[in-house]
């Protein structure tokens, strides 16, 4: 029987993927009505707190991409990568990565890609080379960014979490996964440099230059700079309210004895972490909406705005058809799994790699899977050590960025292969992903 109702839960995981974005969420909706009505399982518990905390994070960074924000961070970016275009297989990763740190979602590398692949193929450098690690490094970045959905879920999971003595802040979260995905981003940048043939060498490319049309077409100018757009001074003053309040929230996640503090059963307790970040993201929205000139009707368009709440029903669908399964079975899954999770615990970080290829989702992976392993006995510190595993969606080349890279590549250099799995993104990412988890793992040993 518990093959069979795992067997519903991979179908529905399957069949999701299937459907992309909205779909993965609705059609766990299937799963649970399988396990609860046919098999008789007791429904287990939505992730509530994870989707209240997520929802306040996507309000205030919608509002603040609708408030031009977001454009503010790519101008300078691409005026960096302008400047420097012989180092664009180096410097385009870390400005992707960096962006996505910042702004909580990797949905901003869509704006980066022409200016990229404009940079590449007139310095004569294959595309692929910087384009695709980019890629990688735009959806890396999410397990370090402080407000994006997946470390928001991990936060909020490992809130009540005393398995090393305390428990886990977000500046822990960000004390080990920002380094770590910045060394395997680095790492995978490196490899990039001699990737494929030059493109002087390139034959297949050489023959499809020789058409006056296609050369005009690949090394025509793309227009999406930024350099010449106007920056209003709204524009400016939304980040400067989004990354004080960046800020203000860290330094909560830092200094418990800062939190408000209550008497709840005869005992001090401070306000949550979930709870600081729940108000402050709807206060940081309200301060951009109000003195930034946002038009609120433009918010509900925005891509972040669109992306979260995809990423919010996927959460709420997997996780709780997740829980359903693993309450009901929970002794006999400790049994069978505690000794192998806590003796070896790389066989968690790939137990979530292997969802997260399966949801397409970092924060949906997390909610199914993290839990899991805290009940298992598995010690928080690594569970925090391989959250860079949640990114292993880049296995088959179906992310929505990963497609947006390979039609803004007008040189057809970044690619998918015959075999689908032999693509552009495949070895940047298992070098990224990998590298990032083994230096996660040894900076946690260090870092509690």
């Known amino acids: ?38 098999f008789g399982l007791l429904p287990g518990n939505p992730p509530v707190g994870v989707i209240l905390t997520i929802m306040s994070v996507i309000a205030c960074a919608s509002i603040l991409q609708t408030a031009k924000g977001l454009n503010v961070m790519m101008y300078y970016a691409e005026k960096l990568l302008r400047k420097k275009p012989n180092y664009i297989t180096i410097l385009a990763p870390i400005t992707t990565w960096t962006l996505t740190v910042l702004c909580g979602t990797g949905h901003v590398v869509y704006t980066m890609f022409p200016i990229i692949y404009d940079i590449a193929i007139k310095k004569n450098i294959r595309p692929e080379r910087p384009m695709a690690v980019a890629s990688i490094a735009s959806q890396l970045g999410v397990c370090a960014s402080p407000m994006s959905v997946a470390v928001v879920s991990m936060v909020s999971i490992l809130a009540h979490s005393h398995g090393i003595g305390k428990a886990i802040s977000l500046i822990d979260v960000l004390k080990v996964a920002m380094p770590a995905s910045f060394a395997g981003m680095i790492l995978a940048a490196i490899w990039s440099l001699r990737r494929g043939k030059n493109l002087k060498d390139d034959k297949e490319f050489q ?62 307790v401070s306000l949550s972490m979930n709870l600081i970040i729940q108000i402050f993201m709807l206060l940081s929205g309200a301060c951009i909406l109000i003195f930034c000139k946002v038009i609120p009707r433009e918010v509900s368009e925005s891509a972040i705005f669109k992306a979260g709440m995809t990423a919010i029903i996927s959460v709420f669908g997997v996780a709780w058809m997740a829980d359903t399964f693993f309450q009901f079975h929970f002794e006999f899954i400790k049994s069978s799994l505690e000794h192998i999770v806590t003796s070896k615990p790389w066989t968690y970080a790939i137990i979530l790699a292997l969802v997260s290829s399966l949801v397409n989702s970092q ?20 569970i925090v050590a391989f959250l860079p595993a949640a990114y292993c969606y880049f296995l088959l080349p ?41 230096v996660g793992y040894f900076l946690a040993q260090i870092a509690f």
């Open 1 to 38: 029987m518990i093959i069979l109702q795992f067997l519903v839960i991979l179908g529905c995981l399957l069949l999701g993927t299937r459907y992309g974005g909205i779909g993965l969420g609705v059609i766990s909706g299937i799963g649970l009505f399988i396990l609860t009505f046919v």
């Open 363 to 382: 924060a949906a992976a997390i909610a199914a899977i993290a839990p899991m392993g805290l009940a298992l006995g598995l010690d928080p510190k690594i």
């Open 398 to 438: 179906i992310y929505p960025s990963d497609l947006a890279c390979i039609g803004f590549d007008r040189s057809g250099t970044t690619h998918i292969g015959k075999f689908i799995i032999n693509h552009s993104f495949i070895i940047p990412g298992l070098i990224a992903v990998t590298s990032s988890c083994i």
């Open 207 to 268: 023959e499809k230059i020789k058409d006056p049309n296609q050369r005009n077409y690949i090394y025509g100018d793309m227009e999406n700079s930024l350099q010449n757009k106007k920056l209003t001074k709204e524009s400016y003053r939304s980040l400067f309210i989004f990354f004080a309040t960046i800020a203000v929230v860290i330094v909560f996640g830092s200094f418990e004895s800062l939190r408000p503090h209550y008497i709840e059963n005869g005992k001090t």
